[in-house]
């Protein structure tokens, strides 16, 4: 049997789509993969804490420490490059990476947006805010995004997307926490299974 694919994911905080994926590999929804790395660019961030007790390597690289974006950059590829990973998952990394970064692993980074692209995505949409956006539009339904990275804000082509009901009442934590549950935490490992399939068999 060959190889599996070897993924690194970047968090910048509490890591629940972190550990919607090792949970995925754990109970063997994702077959050709396996989390060798995660990299978190915030001290604070607890998707370090799940990734060390999954026993898996976490660094901790913060812009700061490395003197601004281009040496954190560099320290990441270190890293992916140590660890030899072949996928790079964006899960609520909130981090804009540069174009020679993207260009450098085109089709190797994919990114899950809390919403429905193109509605409430690009720069600044991060977190509460696609939520706060969607709420404010009255939108009915809105979802979760899995796509790949190139050099535009959440413009990159995209892998899979699920829909979710905006309902009466909804506050931005309401819908972000369903938006997370029905949409995000099987959207994300699915999709990277797929990815992880489709990787293995082009080997
Ligand atoms: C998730 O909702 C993810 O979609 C979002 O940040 C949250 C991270 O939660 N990402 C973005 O907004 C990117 N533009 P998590 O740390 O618990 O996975």
């Known amino acids: 049997m060959s190889e599996k694919i070897r993924i690194a994911v970047l968090a910048s905080g509490g890591g629940t789509n972190l550990q919607a994926l090792i949970d995925a590999e754990h109970s063997g929804k994702i077959k050709n993969g396996e989390i060798v790395l995660v990299i978190c660019n915030r001290k604070s961030a607890y998707a370090a804490e799940r990734a060390k007790s999954a026993g898996i390597r976490a660094e901790i690289v913060t812009r700061k420490a490395c003197g601004g974006q281009e040496g954190f950059e560099k320290r990441m590829i270190e890293l992916l490059e140590e660890e030899r990973a072949d996928l790079i998952v964006l899960a609520g990394f909130l981090n804009i990476l540069s174009n020679d970064f993207v ?101």
Request: a negative charge.
């Open 103 to 203: 260009r450098r692993y085109d089709h190797r980074i994919v990114n899950i947006h809390p919403s429905l692209i193109p509605a409430f995505c690009g720069e600044g949409f991060y977190g509460l805010v696609p939520h706060e956006a969607a709420l404010e539009r009255g939108v009915k339904v809105t979802g979760a995004t899995v796509h790949f990275v190139n050099e535009v804000a959440d413009g990159g082509e995209i892998i899979a997307q699920k829909a979710v009901e905006v309902l009466p009442g909804d506050t931005p934590e309401v819908l972000q926490r369903r938006v997370m549950e029905q949409a995000e935490w099987i959207l994300l490992p699915a999709a990277v299974s797929q990815l992880c399939d489709e990787m293995s068999a082009e080997r």
